[in-house]
T-cell receptor
């Protein structure tokens, strides 16, 4: 099925560990974003990309890195996990018009202990 | 500014209409969206409205936009138990970013 695929769905990390959250889309969308969702705060933008090779920071980029070597993939790296990064992470993509909004993945629930 | 505000909870009886309200601050927003999130799932786009429109209807959903007051609402007619979810209002403030409200948890009671 076409859409945005995120892996893993669940992950538990120890403080200080690093990991990569994977995101892939098969809709040839130019724009991709990573959001985190915390209770009562809606979704906040971590990083985004407007095309392969182009990334930039969102509202809450500290502690996260991204890269966009292909149109399809947009991985999010946690460099040294902290309990404050316990959250649900969503990857999203959209086409160049933006009219139809973003298509979201099903999320990765991350717990840092 | 890019603040989007919504009430946090709404309880509605099955068969009644639900109205979820949202206010936003960026008058340059081009598109405004309503997303639905069911437990443990991602966000599903329900509907959107372009900023030059006042109203959009799509089956049981009606979106009203008051640009003067920067107020957006979503009405769900004949609310069903499957409509229980969190509903997010979002505005497209620039090419790359959506600004989201905190979400309204809608509970449908029998």
């Amino acid at each position: 099925n076409a859409g945005v695929t995120q892996t893993p769905k669940f992950q538990v990390l120890k403080t200080g560990q690093s990991m990569t959250l994977q995101c892939a889309q098969d809709m040839n969308h130019e724009y991709m974003s990573w959001y985190r969702q915390d209770p009562g705060m809606g979704l906040r933008l971590i990083h985004y990309s407007v095309g392969a090779g182009i990334t930039d920071q969102g509202e809450v980029p500290n502690g996260y890195n991204v890269s966009r070597s292909t149109t399809e993939d947009f991985p999010l790296r946690l460099l040294s996990a902290a309990p404050s990064q316990t959250s649900v992470y969503f990857c999203a993509s959209r086409d160049s018009t933006g009219r139809a909004g973003y298509t979201f993945g099903s999320g990765t629930r991350l717990t840092v202990v | 500014g890019e603040d989007v505000e919504q009430s946090l909870f709404l309880s509605v009886r099955e068969g009644d209409s639900s109205v979820i309200n949202c206010t936003y601050t960026d008058s340059s927003s081009t598109y405004l969206y309503w997303y639905k999130q069911e437990p443990g799932a991602g966000l599903q786009l329900l509907t959107y409205i372009f900023s030059n429109m006042d109203m959009k209807q799509d089956q049981r959903l009606t979106v009203l936009l008051n640009k003067k007051d920067k107020h957006l609402s979503l009405r769900i007619a004949d609310t069903q138990t499957g409509d229980s979810a969190i509903y997010f209002c979002a505005e497209k403030t620039n090419d790359y970013k959506l600004s989201f409200g905190a979400g309204t948890t809608v509970t449908v009671r029998a």
